[in-house]
């Protein structure tokens, strides 16, 4: 098993940026993808984007294109979500989770493990 703990959320307004980061612990992390989902009220799960183990892979939503970037630091069993040029829209609780295999994730069913979320909130 994995445990993950997400961090970076808050207020910011719009254009702003933040930094979401998603520290693993348990389960060897470095050997399997990872993903960034985001819900927001009213809304189901988002699968905003993902990488690969190596980081050599990435996916993200048509939505998020060009602001956004996902990275890992396998050393520090840790996993990046840089948001930029932030929308009212990007609003949500955001979630981190690993994946069932080394390779990029594509979707929903190809994570195992989910954390608890962390809440973004863009004012406009």
């Known amino acids: 098993q994995v445990q993950l703990v997400e961090s970076g959320g808050g207020l910011v307004q719009a254009g702003g940026s933040l930094r979401l980061s998603c520290a693993a612990s348990g389960r060897t992390f470095s050997s399997y993808g990872t993903g960034w989902f985001r819900q927001a009220p009213g809304k189901e799960r988002e699968f905003v984007a993902g990488?690969?183990?190596?980081?050599?892979?990435?996916y993200y939503t048509d939505s998020v294109k060009g602001r956004f970037t996902i990275s890992r630091d396998n050393a520090k069993n840790t996993v990046y979500l840089e948001m930029n040029s932030l929308k009212p829209e990007d609003t949500a609780i955001y979630y981190c989770a690993v994946a069932h295999t080394y390779s990029l994730p594509r979707g929903p069913a190809d994570f195992a493990s989910w954390g608890q979320g962390t809440q973004v909130t863009v004012s406009s």
């Open positions: 990488i690969s183990w190596s980081g050599g892979s990435t």
